[in-house]
């Protein structure tokens, strides 16, 4: 069984930096991860993703140039470094493993929550 911990959200002002962990269990084979987040009201929407190796990875362009996701295959561990932040970037962030791009089904961790304010 797959389960995904979210964590290091927070409060921060705009052009700020958060990095956020998320610890997979559960998953035997090589995998790639990825990092989503949902606004209220808004539907969640995908961030960014990397591959098993961390030699490919990919962003929303909403995001690109200012996050960047990273991995340790040791800790089974995916990051997501978030600098200059934005109020728009409020949301609660959730990653994704197994994940290979497009849609995403599951399973869901708890989120991290990241407020930004102006």
Do not use: H
């Amino acid at each position: 069984q797959v389960q995904l911990v979210e964590s290091g959200g927070g409060l921060v002002q705009a052009g700020g930096s958060l990095r956020l962990s998320c610890a997979a269990s559960g998953l035997t084979s090589r995998y790639g991860m990825g990092w989503f987040r949902q606004a209220p009201g808004k539907e969640r929407e995908f961030l960014a993703a990397i591959s098993w190796s961390g030699g490919n990875t990919y962003y929303a362009s909403s995001v690109e140039g200012r996050f960047t996701i990273s991995r340790s295959n040791a800790k089974n561990t995916v990051y997501l470094q978030m600098n200059n932040l934005k109020p728009e970037d409020t949301a609660v962030y959730y990653c994704a493993a197994p994940y290979s791009g497009g849609k995403y089904q599951g399973p869901w961790g708890q989120g991290t929550q990241v407020t930004v304010s102006s």
